[in-house]
T-cell receptor, first 113, second 114 residues
Framework: GAGVSQSPSNKVTEKGKDVELRCDPI?????LYWYRQSLGQGLEFLIY????????KSGLPSDRFSAERTGGSVSTLTIQRTQQEDSAVYLC???????????FGDGTRLSIL | SQKIEQNSEALNIQEGKTATLTCNYT??????LQWYRQDPGRGPVFLLL?????KEKRKERLKVTFDTTLKQSLFHITASQPADSATYLC?????????????FGQGTTLQVKP
């Protein structure tokens, strides 16, 4: 079946603009995660959705970042008033349940000019 | 403070040898630990998961150990091949045993020379 799909694959925008990044998880996966990876760095946890529970937002770096997961499926990560330090690859993953292996998409490469 | 350390320098080995990668952590008590492989421009790919009550896991040429006393995991690739060249990430669960939240190390780049 299809893996985790992310769009767009690349996004270039001007500082101060808002951006929306989309993630389509694997069908039937109840858990969904967002990470950020800066050049040459490891993955930085951002947010985690599990079923109908309140999301774990403990990794969001500022209130400019928010995420939604509609209908327990597709998720959108929104960054408002983008800054140059927001430039990174944003990775989404899903898993059949919490504490199970995560399946990653190939990410959205975000560049803020 | 909590910290995960992986070999920051690239590991270069000859084809056919065993590669051993290290993941050390401090101030964590993870319920489980995972290893992922990441190729340039791609998302990580899951390799192995080991839980706190397990000492060792194997999958084909891969073996992972988990020592909760030493706070260390070792990841071995036997009979290494050039196709094994990639960055390998360790990730620790953060929170309860039912959490999906992972904290990742910086990764170790492995280069297998023919």
């Amino acid at each position: 079946g299809a893996g985790v799909s992310q769009s767009p694959s690349n996004k270039v925008t001007e500082k101060g603009k808002d951006v929306e990044l989309r993630c389509d998880p694997i069908s039937g996966h109840t858990a969904l995660y967002w990470y950020r990876q800066s050049l040459g760095q490891g993955l930085e946890f951002l947010i985690y959705f599990q079923g109908n529970s309140a999301p774990d937002k403990s990794g969001l770096p500022s209130d400019r970042f928010s995420a939604e997961r509609t209908g327990g499926s597709v998720s959108t990560l929104t960054i408002q008033r983008t800054q140059q330090e927001d430039s990174a690859v944003y990775l989404c993953a899903s898993s059949v349940a919490a504490n199970q292996p995560q399946h990653f998409g190939d990410g959205t490469r975000l560049s803020i000019l | 403070s909590q910290k995960i350390e992986q070999n920051s320098e690239a590991l270069n080995i000859q084809e056919g040898k065993t590669a051993t990668l290290t993941c050390n952590y401090t101030n964590y008590s993870p319920a489980y630990l995972q290893w992922y492989r990441q190729d340039p421009g791609r998302g990580p790919v899951f390799l192995l998961l080991i839980r706190e009550n397990e000492k060792e896991k194997r999958k084909e040429r891969l073996k992972v150990t988990f020592d909760t006393t030493l706070k260390q995991s070792l990841f071995h690739i036997t009979a290494s091949q050039p196709a094994d060249s990639a960055t390998y990430l360790c990730a620790l669960s953060h929170g309860s045993s039912n959490t999906g939240k992972l904290i990742f190390g910086q990764g170790t780049t492995l280069q297998v020379k023919p």
